[in-house]
């Protein structure tokens, strides 16, 4: 069974203040590794998507990279803007199956 | 373009009564998926569906769950005899059709809030 763990569960970042998100999986054959931002009281919002180990991906103020074991959000100087909780997940079959998240919290 | 659609937004019932909740998929997008996010828990697959072929029912976690979805387009999933451990957030997703060598992206909708008093 395809397992996805996420860690931390929450994180308190003063703005400015760059880190990292980890996303830590099992799968029978990777096809994929997505990342989706959560914000209270609505849906996941697609970010990316992984395909291959070494692969890195970006967008504003975040960069997404891959390896054989696990993925890394890396949040560059965030903003307040950016609290949400981030999801990752891996694509299982027909479904994705989802991480738990990490809380993300930049206080100004 | 338009998103994913849900509705209703919110939705209050009373313990053993039905519900009915509905997705709007992105058009053009032949696979719709159904999830529920428990407070405090990470989202849980409910059932897919890919054009014309059977859905892959094997999230649904009693037979008070079903699901349809009509000329390829919305969806509409029903809880019979609700009970107080069905109360989440029902989230709807789309993407385009699933192929061999890489899945698609799928887009959520908003999710409906289901509270069973």
């Known amino acids: 069974e395809d397992q996805v763990t996420q860690s931390p569960e929450a994180l308190r970042l003063q703005e400015g203040e760059s880190s990292s998100l980890n996303c830590s999986y099992t799968v029978s054959g990777l096809r994929g590794l997505f990342w989706y931002r959560q914000d209270p009281g609505k849906g996941p919002e697609f970010l990316f998507t992984l395909y291959s180990a070494g692969e890195e991906k970006e967008k504003e103020r975040l960069k997404a990279t891959l390896t054989k074991k696990e993925s890394f959000l890396h949040i560059t100087a965030p903003k307040p803007e950016d609290s949400a909780t981030y999801l990752c997940a891996v694509p299982s079959g027909s479904r994705l199956t989802f991480g738990e998240g990490t809380q993300l919290t930049v206080n100004p | ?117």
Do not use: M
């Open chain 2, 1 to 117: 373009g338009a998103g994913v659609s849900q509705s209703p937004s919110n939705k209050v019932t009373e313990k053993g009564k039905d519900v009915e909740l509905r997705c709007d998929p992105i058009s053009g997008h032949t696979a719709l998926y159904w999830y529920r996010q428990s407070l405090g828990q990470g989202l849980e697959f409910l059932i897919y569906f890919q054009g014309n072929s059977a859905p892959d029912k094997s999230g649904l976690p009693s037979d008070r769950f079903s699901a349809e979805r009509t000329g390829g387009s919305v969806s509409t999933l029903t809880i019979q005899r609700t009970q107080q451990e069905d109360s989440a957030v029902y989230l709807c997703a789309s993407s385009l059709a699933l192929i061999a060598g890489g899945p698609y992206e799928q887009y959520f909708g908003p999710g409906t809030r289901l509270t069973v008093t």
